[in-house]
């Protein structure tokens, strides 16, 4: 019905599992970096609260941007990668910077 055959096998970009691992890490890294950050110096107290608060935060903000970033995701049309990709000839083009002139001010030009 939606053009997928449910026996293909998706890409790791395309299926769950590379958002969450990617997720997952920036969670792991705001977590001990919250913990290490927020205590204030070795005498004191690690904020476990604190750190599995950022973590839980970095992970559901990465989740949503690269879920967000996976649904934009279109792959371009197949005659877009055919060619040279440049012009190479510049028959047939006429300069029509010769007759876009930009028209005076009346009042002068005080720019």
Known sequence: ????????????????????????????????????FASGGSAKMQRFDLAFTGAGIAFIVTLVISAMLSLTHKDNAPHLGEG????????????????????????????
């Open 1 to 36: 019905m939606d053009g997928h055959q449910p026996e293909e096998q998706r890409s790791v970009r395309s299926s769950i599992k590379g958002p969450l691992m990617f997720s997952a890490f920036w969670a792991v890294v705001a977590f001990f970096g919250v913990l290490i």
């Open 84 to 111: 040279s990709g440049v012009h190479l000839s510049s028959t047939g083009h006429e300069d029509t910077s010769e007759d876009s002139e930009k028209p005076e001010d009346e009042q002068g030009s005080r720019h």
